[in-house]
């Protein structure tokens, strides 16, 4: 037998010892002792290399040592955590495994840090239902019968008193209803409208909205707290504006723009404003007493323009490559 058959013999009778391979340590060891011990097989084809002519040596060489691969690598393959070969040929210099970690989605982030911010200057935390009723997601909140917010192509109907929430604004209500004031909420939540969907438009996507009623608040509370957020969620040095605006359930109302220098404009962020008596007295809460301040902002929005993403729908795609940049 030359040495080129001798190598395909010791592969064929590696592939016959090892099938199946042996699981218990014991015999682990003597098929490695066997094949690539000192004294192996393998090193001995090693030894009988000297015989070759030059000619032939460079191929028989090469392989030699890929059959002196396949052996090793079929080693390596077998779960070590069960035997003790710990011994053989382990590299401990080699850079770990790493292990496919997950990540917090985008949206997530955003909504945890404005609740970290609020949470800090003393807001709670809570939560309301995603289907209501006309009253809390418009009659108390001072829309209109005819207002066009109530549109069918706007709102998720269920029933002609049932709606999918278009906005966060219905908790205000709850809350109201349930507690004595003074209260100081902020409320995560999915809101639901029945638009085209597009780059800059889904058919559901979260708000938080913030509400604070107390004895003798003022404009100046409301402008500092969302001043305090703004510098928190962007910056310090962003800059801000109040624009005069309209919501049926705040009197007066404002939107709250930052100035993007990127784009050399200003952004919508959230929209707020003193909250409207007529809201305190569908809830039964003498607007006499106690004032407030209302919020309600996008999550998607606030995420996209702290991110740079530009198109709201691949927050909803779940695409890995998308998501592990956050
Ligand atoms: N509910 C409004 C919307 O969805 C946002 C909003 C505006 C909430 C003003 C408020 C507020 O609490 O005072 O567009």
Redesign the pocket.
Known sequence: MNLKESIESVRNNFRTDSDPFPTDSKSIELLYVKYLGRKGLVSDLFSQLINVSNKERPSIGKNLNQLKKEITNSFKIVDRSSSNIDSIEEDYTLPGLSFPTGYIHPLQQTMNEIKTIFMNVGFSIAYGPEIDDDFHNFGALNFPPEHPARDMQDTFFIDPDTVLR??T?NV?IHLMENEEPPLRYIVPGRVYRNEAISFKSYCLFH?V?GIYVDKNVSFADHKGILEFFVKRMFGEQTKMRFRPSF?P??EP?AEVDIWSEKSGQWLEIL???MVDPEVFKSVNIDPDIWQGF???MGIERICMLKYEIDDIRLLYQGDMRFLEQF
């Open positions: 278009t906005h604004s205000q708000q909205e919501f359930f705040t109302s929209g707020s404003g209302a919020f309600g």
